[in-house]
């Protein structure tokens, strides 16, 4: 799903998922030259792939088929961990792409699980309460038999949410009574033994990892988040919840969108008000106070960190070279393309890749199954600290390592490598490193 970026946007970049996560699968993997190359290439396949077709009654009374995916792309460190998606252009391709990058999320945050992701293929705007209940009961039931807490354990993802994890749940529980069912997913309501601070746990793991690598200084004059001027495309769970983050501790939020446009506002916004706004209109365009921008224009203006929180593709070969922000958080899954990577790479604009930026949720996604295995509830505060002692933890693993190759310890004088790449490598060979353990490989 490229979004809204169709390949003209693009330029000439193949915007294949597949393709990309090869690539970047590749650029890192170039730098750990003594993996054996077959265990390279087990490494890149998928585990398990589920493609189901379903019938669904609609409130017309007509019958509707639906597709749905879910894969597995690895579990050597745990069960498959990762979201669901509802939207009309998700592929499978995607899918597996989304399912390799929990892999790599969940083995650099050091989670006990490895990498999955599903998608129904649906658009969740036109479609009314009770539809998406029935579509998310039957797609459960057709997966049922390889979901479980100890084997595949989904989560939220592009419009879906507390409901559809309910709803997940009871149905799972009901195919298999008598046992204590409710790690088969995380992001469910609190009530349901939902994590305290799991809806805001992306959002907030943004602003950690970003505040952590602030302040190792490798930006002129911009050492903290207080004073910087943000940029965030997308409104909805992580963005919405960066937004108000960055502007607790000083930030200006210069602009925010959803897929209806944006806003921008010179003197800065306040997202709790463009949320209100957002509750009763529907959508940011036309808050008071503010201009209208696009999407488009947003990722282009004037400011010092620009945070993608919508979907993948959004920053590519054509306007990465006019990005004028001096950090990339990638709130999203998969926003830049392997050439926007390279672009901004060479103008001096260094991004925090998604496998760190938005790793908060599944670290607290990790919290809420290991609360469920217990039956308890931790606090908000609780949650939270763990969550922000991991990312920052992780930042540091990735900064560091990239010292390693900024001094010459490692690279052999080849290119310095981006972050995303360096996250990539030190992921790969953990993952690499407990398949051999482990005798998987042989
Ligand atoms: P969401 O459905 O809550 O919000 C998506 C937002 O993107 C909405 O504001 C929507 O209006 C906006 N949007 C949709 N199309 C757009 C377009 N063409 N241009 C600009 N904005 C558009 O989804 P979310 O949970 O906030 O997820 C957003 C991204 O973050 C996805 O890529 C998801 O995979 C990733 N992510 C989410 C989580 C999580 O915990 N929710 C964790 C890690 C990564």
Redesign the pocket.
Known sequence: MS??TTDADSGVENLDPIAISEARFERATDCLDRLHRGLVDFLKHPKRVNLVNFPVEMDDDSVRSFQGFRVVHNRVFGPGKG?I?YHPDVTMEEVVS?AKLMTWKCALLGLPFGGAKGGVVCDPKQLSERELRRITRRFTSELHESLGPFQDIP???????AQTMAWIYDTYDMLHPGYNNRAVVT?KPIEMGGALG?HE??GNGCLFATQRFLSRGLIADLQEVAGARVSI????????VAAEAFHRQGAKIVAL????G?IFREEGLDPAAVRQFKDEQGRVSGMPGSRAVS?AELLELDCDILLP????N?IHAVNAPRIKARLVVE?????TTPAADRILQQRGIHLLP?ILA?????TVSYYEWVQNQVNEQWDYETTTEKMRAKIQGATDTVFNRWQRFVVGEEGEGGEIPDFRTVALVIAIERVAHATLMRGIWP
């Open positions: 979004g809204a979201g998606r989304l989560a939220p993802d592009l419009y879906t949410g992001g799991r746990a992306t495309q997308g409104f909805g769970d992580v963005g919405s969108s959803d897929s209806g944006g999407n929180a919508a979907l993948g959004q709130g999203a899954n998969n926003p998604d938005n790793a908060g949720g599944v």
